[in-house]
């Protein structure tokens, strides 16, 4: 049996989705999943322009940066670089390791050097001009940037005031939350000397696991009854491996 379609057709609809003004009636269900299918078709091939757009933007933008140290062969650096390294953030990342410097001149490497650091600004900037909230895309941009080329276990941790808003950010690559003790009486003197009501902290496993272990959620359980009794709150100890995020706060295990 059939199933039965309208054949109206708003004027000005075109594309591989639209209706066929021509057909009346009914038609089969091969049909509808033939009409599917080129819909299908059509939204793959559009995905797959957009991605080829977004490659070819980020080619001719490092082309630029290396125009200033070859620009006989820009584009082909630029094109080995992408390459080797899947996109010009993760480029951008690399800049001051040995591996870029294998690929092209020390000089490249101290611009692109030079372009993630006014890139990690800008950043900053936007989570210092703002209130801080993990389901901003300018703060998850940020804390990504910012573990991008760690490879330690490192500690961040965001000092705020009793609005949310940013006032300052302190690094501790320390490696490891075994001394608990330190890592509180430290933290504990910044924020009582800037006024911080509120903490946000962040570090990154680079092991590619997002979970706190069991070390992550006994530090953070102490440093929050720590802060209590100051009248500070934790509100959100964020782990960052690559482009994933796990939110302590969202999965229950800050009291």
Same mark, same amino acid.
């Given at each position: 049996?059939?199933?039965?379609?309208?054949?109206?057709?708003? #004027?000005?609809?075109?594309?591989?989705?639209?209706? %066929?003004?021509?057909?009346?009636?009914?038609?089969?269900?091969?049909?509808?999943?033939?009409?599917?299918?080129?819909?299908?078709?059509?939204?793959?091939?559009? #995905?797959?322009?957009?991605?080829?757009?977004?490659?070819?933007?980020?080619?001719?933008?490092?082309?630029?940066?290396?125009?200033?140290?070859?620009?006989? #062969?820009?584009?082909?650096?630029?094109?080995?670089?992408?390459?080797?390294?899947?996109?010009?953030?993760?480029?951008?990342?690399?800049?001051?390791?040995?591996?870029?410097?294998?690929?092209?001149?020390? @000089?490249?490497?101290?611009?692109? @050097?030079?372009?993630?650091?006014?890139?990690?600004?800008?950043?900053?900037?936007?989570?210092?001009?703002?209130?801080?909230?993990?389901?901003?895309?300018?703060?998850?941009?940020?804390?990504?940037?910012?573990?991008?080329?760690?490879? *330690?276990?490192?500690? *961040?941790?965001?000092?705020?005031?009793? %609005?949310?808003?940013?006032?300052?950010?302190?690094?501790?690559?320390?490696?490891?939350?075994?001394?608990?003790?330190? %890592?509180?009486?430290?933290?504990?003197?910044? @924020?009582?000397?800037?006024?911080?009501?509120?903490?946000?902290?962040?570090?990154?496993?680079?092991?590619? %696991?997002?979970?706190?272990?069991?070390?992550?959620?006994?530090?953070?359980?102490?440093?929050?009854?720590?802060?209590?009794?100051?009248?500070?709150?934790?509100?959100?100890?964020?782990?960052?491996?690559?482009?994933?995020?796990?939110?302590?706060?969202?999965?229950?295990?800050? #009291?």
């Amino acid at each position: 049996m059939g199933l039965r379609t309208s054949t109206h057709r708003s #004027r000005g609809t075109s594309g591989a989705c639209a209706p %066929n003004p021509d057909r009346s009636g009914s038609i089969s269900s091969d049909e509808v999943f033939s009409e599917l299918r080129s819909c299908s078709t059509s939204l793959r091939r559009l #995905r797959d322009k957009s991605a080829t757009i977004q490659r070819d933007r980020q080619r001719f933008v490092l082309a630029d940066l290396v125009h200033f140290v070859d620009a006989d #062969r820009a584009l082909e650096i630029s094109d080995s670089l992408i390459a080797r390294f899947g996109s010009i953030g993760s480029v951008l990342s690399a800049a001051n390791q040995p591996l870029v410097e294998d690929i092209c001149e020390p @000089a490249l490497a101290s611009i692109l @050097a030079c372009a993630r650091a006014a890139m990690m600004e800008s950043l900053h900037e936007d989570v210092r001009r703002s209130t801080f909230d993990l389901s901003d895309d300018r703060t998850t941009k940020y804390l990504i940037s910012r573990f991008k080329e760690v490879r *330690i276990e490192t500690l *961040i941790s965001f000092f705020l005031d009793s %609005n949310m808003n940013y006032i300052v950010d302190e690094m501790d690559m320390s490696g490891t939350f075994s001394s608990i003790d330190i %890592n509180i009486r430290k933290l504990l003197r910044i @924020a009582v000397s800037i006024g911080s009501a509120n903490i946000v902290l962040s570090h990154n496993h680079p092991s590619g %696991n997002p979970y706190p272990s069991k070390a992550d959620i006994v530090f953070t359980q102490v440093l929050s009854d720590a802060c209590n009794t100051l009248g500070i709150r934790i509100v959100d100890h964020i782990l960052v491996s690559g482009t994933k995020l796990f939110s302590m706060r969202n999965a229950g295990l800050i #009291r």
